[in-house]
Protein backbone atom coordinates (compact mmCIF):
# COMPACT_ATOMS: atom_id res chain seq x y z
CA UNK A 1 0.00 0.00 0.00
CA UNK A 2 1.09 3.39 -0.56
CA UNK A 3 2.36 5.43 1.94
CA UNK A 4 3.86 9.44 2.51
CA UNK A 5 6.17 10.54 5.61
CA UNK A 6 6.30 14.27 5.76
CA UNK A 7 9.37 14.54 8.51
CA UNK A 8 8.80 17.92 9.43
CA UNK A 9 5.85 18.90 12.02
CA UNK A 10 6.82 22.41 11.99
CA UNK A 11 8.61 25.12 10.07
CA UNK A 12 9.11 28.49 11.12
CA UNK A 13 10.83 30.74 8.57
CA UNK A 14 11.56 34.58 7.83
CA UNK A 15 9.27 35.91 5.66
CA UNK A 16 11.61 36.65 2.23
CA UNK A 17 13.88 33.33 2.97
CA UNK A 18 13.69 30.09 0.97
CA UNK A 19 11.63 27.10 1.73
CA UNK A 20 12.01 23.77 1.37
CA UNK A 21 9.55 21.44 2.48
CA UNK A 22 10.06 17.97 2.42
CA UNK A 23 8.11 14.62 1.52
CA UNK A 24 9.26 10.84 1.06
CA UNK A 25 6.53 8.27 -0.37
CA UNK A 26 6.05 4.74 -0.77
CA UNK A 27 4.58 3.10 -3.69
CA UNK A 28 5.17 0.56 -6.36
CA UNK A 29 4.14 1.64 -9.19
CA UNK A 30 4.99 4.82 -10.57
CA UNK A 31 3.38 7.37 -9.08
CA UNK A 32 0.97 10.34 -8.88
CA UNK A 33 2.42 12.71 -6.25
CA UNK A 34 0.32 15.93 -4.97
CA UNK A 35 1.15 19.24 -2.88
CA UNK A 36 -2.08 20.68 -1.18
CA UNK A 37 -2.08 23.89 1.24
CA UNK A 38 -4.69 24.67 4.02
CA UNK A 39 -5.63 27.63 5.93
CA UNK A 40 -7.16 26.97 9.39
CA UNK A 41 -10.23 26.04 9.29
CA UNK A 42 -10.42 25.57 5.26
CA UNK A 43 -10.79 22.56 2.92
CA UNK A 44 -7.34 21.77 0.78
CA UNK A 45 -5.96 23.60 -1.99
CA UNK A 46 -4.13 22.14 -4.69
CA UNK A 47 -1.04 23.73 -4.89
CA UNK A 48 0.97 21.36 -7.78
CA UNK A 49 0.90 17.71 -9.08
CA UNK A 50 3.15 15.22 -10.79
CA UNK A 51 2.11 12.64 -13.12
CA UNK A 52 5.01 12.02 -15.56
CA UNK A 53 7.48 13.73 -17.51
CA UNK A 54 9.67 16.51 -16.45
CA UNK A 55 10.58 16.10 -13.16
CA UNK A 56 10.29 19.59 -12.09
CA UNK A 57 6.84 21.08 -11.55
CA UNK A 58 5.30 24.09 -10.88
CA UNK A 59 2.41 24.94 -9.62
CA UNK A 60 0.65 27.85 -8.00
CA UNK A 61 1.25 31.06 -5.31
CA UNK A 62 5.33 30.61 -6.75
CA UNK A 63 5.39 26.98 -5.66
CA UNK A 64 7.59 24.11 -7.41
CA UNK A 65 8.58 20.23 -6.33
CA UNK A 66 10.88 18.28 -8.07
CA UNK A 67 10.45 14.87 -7.96
CA UNK A 68 13.21 12.65 -7.71
CA UNK A 69 12.68 8.90 -8.10
CA UNK A 70 15.76 7.72 -6.83
CA UNK A 71 14.87 9.20 -3.29
CA UNK A 72 11.60 8.55 -3.36
CA UNK A 73 10.99 12.30 -2.50
CA UNK A 74 8.69 15.15 -3.77
CA UNK A 75 9.70 18.24 -1.86
CA UNK A 76 8.16 21.62 -2.25
CA UNK A 77 9.77 24.93 -2.85
CA UNK A 78 9.79 28.48 -2.84
CA UNK A 79 12.35 31.23 -3.58
CA UNK A 80 10.96 33.65 -0.66
CA UNK A 81 8.47 33.40 1.39
CA UNK A 82 5.96 35.62 2.09
CA UNK A 83 3.75 36.05 5.37
CA UNK A 84 0.55 35.01 3.46
CA UNK A 85 2.06 31.22 2.92
CA UNK A 86 2.04 30.71 6.49
CA UNK A 87 -0.65 27.78 6.49
CA UNK A 88 -0.75 23.91 6.76
CA UNK A 89 1.17 21.62 3.70
CA UNK A 90 -0.12 18.15 2.94
CA UNK A 91 2.04 16.17 0.37
CA UNK A 92 -0.53 13.06 -1.23
CA UNK A 93 0.58 10.05 -3.78
CA UNK A 94 -2.76 9.01 -5.30
CA UNK A 95 -2.95 5.41 -6.13
CA UNK A 96 -5.73 3.81 -8.30
CA UNK A 97 -9.18 4.27 -6.14
CA UNK A 98 -7.70 6.27 -3.21
CA UNK A 99 -5.27 9.04 -2.56
CA UNK A 100 -2.90 9.09 0.64
CA UNK A 101 -1.91 12.08 2.91
CA UNK A 102 0.99 12.61 5.00
CA UNK A 103 0.72 13.93 8.44
CA UNK A 104 1.31 17.66 7.52
CA UNK A 105 4.24 20.08 8.01
CA UNK A 106 2.67 24.12 10.02
CA UNK A 107 4.47 26.25 8.07
CA UNK A 108 4.82 29.62 10.36
CA UNK A 109 6.30 33.19 8.67
CA UNK A 110 8.40 35.66 10.72
CA UNK A 111 8.38 38.60 10.07
CA UNK B 1 -17.72 23.69 -13.46
CA UNK B 2 -17.67 21.15 -10.69
CA UNK B 3 -18.72 22.36 -7.21
CA UNK B 4 -18.32 20.06 -4.05
CA UNK B 5 -20.74 21.30 -0.98
CA UNK B 6 -20.59 20.20 2.74
CA UNK B 7 -22.43 20.30 5.35
CA UNK B 8 -22.68 21.75 8.48
CA UNK B 9 -19.54 23.48 8.43
CA UNK B 10 -19.53 22.98 12.50
CA UNK B 11 -21.43 20.71 14.58
CA UNK B 12 -21.65 20.07 18.78
CA UNK B 13 -23.16 16.89 19.31
CA UNK B 14 -23.55 14.77 23.01
CA UNK B 15 -21.64 11.46 23.31
CA UNK B 16 -23.88 8.67 22.15
CA UNK B 17 -26.00 10.47 19.65
CA UNK B 18 -26.54 9.76 15.99
CA UNK B 19 -24.22 11.84 13.20
CA UNK B 20 -25.10 12.93 9.63
CA UNK B 21 -22.56 14.78 7.81
CA UNK B 22 -23.67 14.88 4.24
CA UNK B 23 -21.49 15.77 0.93
CA UNK B 24 -22.69 16.45 -2.26
CA UNK B 25 -21.10 17.08 -5.82
CA UNK B 26 -22.30 19.22 -8.92
CA UNK B 27 -20.73 19.42 -12.22
CA UNK B 28 -19.64 15.80 -13.15
CA UNK B 29 -20.60 12.31 -13.08
CA UNK B 30 -19.69 8.92 -11.68
CA UNK B 31 -16.93 10.60 -9.25
CA UNK B 32 -14.83 8.89 -6.69
CA UNK B 33 -15.83 10.14 -3.26
CA UNK B 34 -14.14 10.14 -0.10
CA UNK B 35 -14.22 11.21 3.62
CA UNK B 36 -11.11 11.99 5.23
CA UNK B 37 -10.87 13.19 9.32
CA UNK B 38 -8.23 15.36 9.97
CA UNK B 39 -7.23 15.39 14.27
CA UNK B 40 -5.28 18.01 15.44
CA UNK B 41 -1.61 17.69 14.70
CA UNK B 42 -2.36 14.04 13.06
CA UNK B 43 -2.89 14.83 9.51
CA UNK B 44 -5.98 13.69 7.28
CA UNK B 45 -6.73 9.99 7.16
CA UNK B 46 -8.87 8.03 5.01
CA UNK B 47 -12.14 7.06 6.38
CA UNK B 48 -13.87 5.67 3.45
CA UNK B 49 -13.87 5.91 0.17
CA UNK B 50 -16.80 5.39 -3.15
CA UNK B 51 -16.11 4.21 -6.67
CA UNK B 52 -19.79 3.87 -6.99
CA UNK B 53 -23.22 4.43 -5.64
CA UNK B 54 -23.62 2.03 -3.04
CA UNK B 55 -20.06 0.68 -3.61
CA UNK B 56 -17.75 1.98 -0.27
CA UNK B 57 -14.43 1.06 0.95
CA UNK B 58 -13.92 1.20 4.81
CA UNK B 59 -10.45 1.66 5.33
CA UNK B 60 -10.45 2.10 9.17
CA UNK B 61 -12.38 -0.10 11.43
CA UNK B 62 -14.73 2.13 13.68
CA UNK B 63 -17.99 4.13 15.01
CA UNK B 64 -18.16 5.91 11.86
CA UNK B 65 -19.90 4.34 8.31
CA UNK B 66 -20.57 6.36 4.91
CA UNK B 67 -23.11 5.48 2.16
CA UNK B 68 -23.77 6.90 -0.98
CA UNK B 69 -27.36 6.31 -1.87
CA UNK B 70 -27.10 8.83 -5.44
CA UNK B 71 -24.24 9.40 -7.41
CA UNK B 72 -23.16 12.53 -6.35
CA UNK B 73 -23.98 11.90 -2.97
CA UNK B 74 -21.93 10.83 0.04
CA UNK B 75 -23.26 10.54 3.56
CA UNK B 76 -20.79 9.93 6.99
CA UNK B 77 -23.32 8.41 9.95
CA UNK B 78 -22.94 6.80 13.46
CA UNK B 79 -25.15 5.65 15.42
CA UNK B 80 -23.50 6.59 18.60
CA UNK B 81 -21.17 9.33 18.72
CA UNK B 82 -17.62 9.08 20.97
CA UNK B 83 -15.67 11.42 22.46
CA UNK B 84 -12.98 10.57 20.09
CA UNK B 85 -14.80 10.96 17.39
CA UNK B 86 -14.37 14.80 17.44
CA UNK B 87 -12.48 16.48 14.55
CA UNK B 88 -12.39 18.01 11.00
CA UNK B 89 -14.22 16.32 8.53
CA UNK B 90 -13.67 16.84 5.06
CA UNK B 91 -15.06 15.07 1.87
CA UNK B 92 -13.42 15.39 -1.72
CA UNK B 93 -14.20 14.19 -5.06
CA UNK B 94 -12.16 12.88 -8.11
CA UNK B 95 -12.83 12.97 -11.60
CA UNK B 96 -11.24 9.81 -12.57
CA UNK B 97 -8.93 6.99 -10.87
CA UNK B 98 -5.26 7.41 -10.32
CA UNK B 99 -3.96 10.40 -12.17
CA UNK B 100 -6.20 13.45 -11.31
CA UNK B 101 -6.22 15.56 -8.27
CA UNK B 102 -8.73 15.69 -5.50
CA UNK B 103 -11.42 18.58 -4.87
CA UNK B 104 -12.12 19.13 -1.45
CA UNK B 105 -15.20 20.30 0.25
CA UNK B 106 -14.61 23.34 2.90
CA UNK B 107 -14.94 20.94 5.97
CA UNK B 108 -17.28 19.77 8.99
CA UNK B 109 -15.88 20.73 12.50
CA UNK B 110 -17.43 18.42 14.60
CA UNK B 111 -16.91 18.38 18.16
CA UNK B 112 -18.45 15.85 20.40
CA UNK B 113 -19.00 16.88 24.44
Known amino acids: AQSVTQPDIHITVSEGASLELRCNYS??????LFWYVQSPGQGLQLLLKYFSGDTLVQGIKGFEAEFKRSQSSFNLRKPSVHWSDAAEYFCAVGAFNDMRFGAGTRLTVKP | SQTIHQWPATLVQPVGSPLSLECTVEGTSNPNLYWYRQAAGRGLQLLFYSIGIDQISSEVPQNLSASRPQDRQFILSSKKLLLSDSGFYLCAWRRDRGSTEAFFGQGTRLTVV
Open chain 1, 27 to 32: YGATPY
